[in-house]
Every structure is written in C-alpha cells, then in structure tokens.
C-alpha cells in the first residue's frame, strides 16, 4: 500500500505543476480521476454510459500526428467524442495544431503521453466508432 501512496504522490506532484487538464490513474484495483475546472469527463463514473452509448463493432481508428511536435493529449481512455472534438494538441516551436476525432466514437486508448515528441505519421489515439 506505501508503493502505492508514493506513487500517488509523486503523480500528484506532476500533475500540479503540469499544464494538464486532467489526470486519470488506474493500478490493479485502484482507479483515481483528478481534473481541473475545464478537464475532461470524470471515466470513473461514466464507465456505464460510455459501453452502452457506443458499441464497438469495427477496429480501433487510429488518429495520427499531422507533423513531429510535442503532443498534448486533451482526452482520456473510456471518453465519448463527437466528430470533430478536439483530441489533443502538437506543439512545434509555440505553434499548436489541434488533432480532432474525424468521427463520432469512443476512445479505446492514448497511445502517446504528454510531452511526448511525435513523428509525422505516428499513432497517438485509437478511436472506436460505431458500425
């Protein structure tokens, strides 16, 4: 339990002092959703909507980086988007580009972290959609 409280902490920590909008921790058992006013939907107690809202019959849609920047995901694993919400962001020398959900659907996974540097043509979001 100290292993978990440590890091807990420590996740605390950074996202403080972090310019994120919301922190979503999952570890075994254990989930903790944080947001700041603005953040995202709370996945702990939307779990239930989110399955029924969306059933997932075709692959995962991945979204991928338009250019190489620092990415800012703005979503979380579990979140319901409409087409053309925005997903994330990649920063290039202070100049932000918004990755929008091209469809309507459910994100299945974030598959890059914040501040990650990404590539032209890399994954960052996989999107499950409805058929």
Known sequence: MQ?????LRAMLLQFER?????LYFRRGDCAVF??????????????????????PALPPVALR????????????VG???AAGAVLGTIDVLGRCTEVRAEVAGRIAGVLA??????????????????A
């Open 65 to 76: 980086a338009p250019h190489l920047g620092l990415f800012q995901p703005a979503c979380a």
């Open 18 to 22: 972090s310019p994120l909008k919301d």
């Open 34 to 55: 944080l947001a700041r006013p603005g953040g995202g939907a709370n996945p702990l107690l939307a779990a239930e909507a989110v399955e029924a809202a969306v059933s």
């Open 113 to 130: 972290a914040a501040n990650d540097l990404v590539e032209y043509g890399d994954a960052l979001i996989e999107l499950e959609t409805a």
């Open 79 to 81: 979140e319901t988007v």
């Open 3 to 7: 292993s978990l409280i440590s890091e």
